[in-house]
């Protein structure tokens, strides 16, 4: 598996180990099961350098919070389109894990659609993501982004996400 920020373009240990301790925990329903699923991924992950952290993981639904600091805004000083994006998908594709084997499939993202309805400067966005609908093989979310400090809507994302078999995913 390649890694850009790795100095050989491969997979760090660190990153091998968090990925190997995915499957490990099997099948992942419960809160203390998510929390400990988010640790073992976030350090080799934009959700570390972005400063993503869980907030809550249930059946329902999925919350995680991000800062606006300077790696996440674009050159005006606002929050960047693209990390709302990315913390959108980021919810979404974890929760797609919710209640499933690990050892067997693995969400992949294949649809993403954001609007941005408010610009934001400073502080915190939370997203909160949603089930829409859940097959066998997709699970669609809705993903809400919230300023923390106003309560203001900033933007909305539908997000899609394949349960491709592990086999299926790791021969590519």
């Given at each position: 598996?390649?890694?850009p920020?790795?100095?050989?373009?491969?997979?760090?240990?660190?990153?091998?180990?968090?990925?190997?301790?995915?499957?490990?925990?099997?099948?992942?329903?419960?809160?203390?099961?998510?929390?400990?699923?988010f640790?073992?991924?976030?350090?080799?992950?934009?959700?570390?350098?972005?400063?993503?952290?869980?907030?809550?993981?249930?059946?329902?639904?999925?919350?995680?919070?991000?800062?606006?600091?300077?790696?996440?805004?674009?050159p005006?000083?606002?929050?960047?389109?693209?990390?709302?994006?990315?913390?959108?998908?980021?919810?979404?594709?974890?929760?797609?894990?919710?209640?499933?084997?690990?050892?067997?499939?693995?969400?992949?993202?294949?649809?993403?659609?954001?609007?941005?309805?408010?610009?934001?400067?400073?502080?915190?966005?939370?997203?909160?993501?949603?089930?829409?609908?859940?097959?066998?093989?997709?699970?669609?979310?809705?993903?809400?982004?919230?300023?923390v400090e106003?309560?203001r809507?900033?933007?909305?994302?539908?997000?899609?996400?394949?349960?491709?078999?592990?086999?299926?995913?790791?021969?590519?």
């Open positions: 598996m390649a890694d920020t790795h100095p050989d373009g491969h997979a760090g240990p660190d990153r091998e180990d968090a990925l190997l301790r995915i499957p490990a925990l099997g099948r992942t329903d419960d809160p203390d099961t998510w929390a400990e699923v640790e073992a991924v976030r350090s080799t992950t934009a959700t570390a350098a972005l400063g993503i952290t869980l907030v809550q993981a249930a059946p329902d639904r999925m919350v995680m919070e991000m800062p606006i600091t300077d790696a996440v805004r674009q005006y000083g606002l929050l960047h389109g693209g990390a709302s994006a990315l913390l959108a998908e980021t919810v979404a594709s974890f929760h797609a894990c919710w209640g499933q084997d690990l050892a067997r499939v693995s969400p992949v993202g294949i649809e993403l659609n954001i609007s941005h309805l408010h610009a934001v400067r400073s502080g915190h966005v939370r997203a909160s993501g949603r089930v829409l609908r859940r097959t066998r093989h997709t699970v669609v979310h809705e993903v809400e982004i919230v300023h106003t309560g809507l900033v933007a909305v994302a539908r997000v899609t996400n394949l349960l491709r078999p592990v086999d299926a995913a790791a021969s590519r």
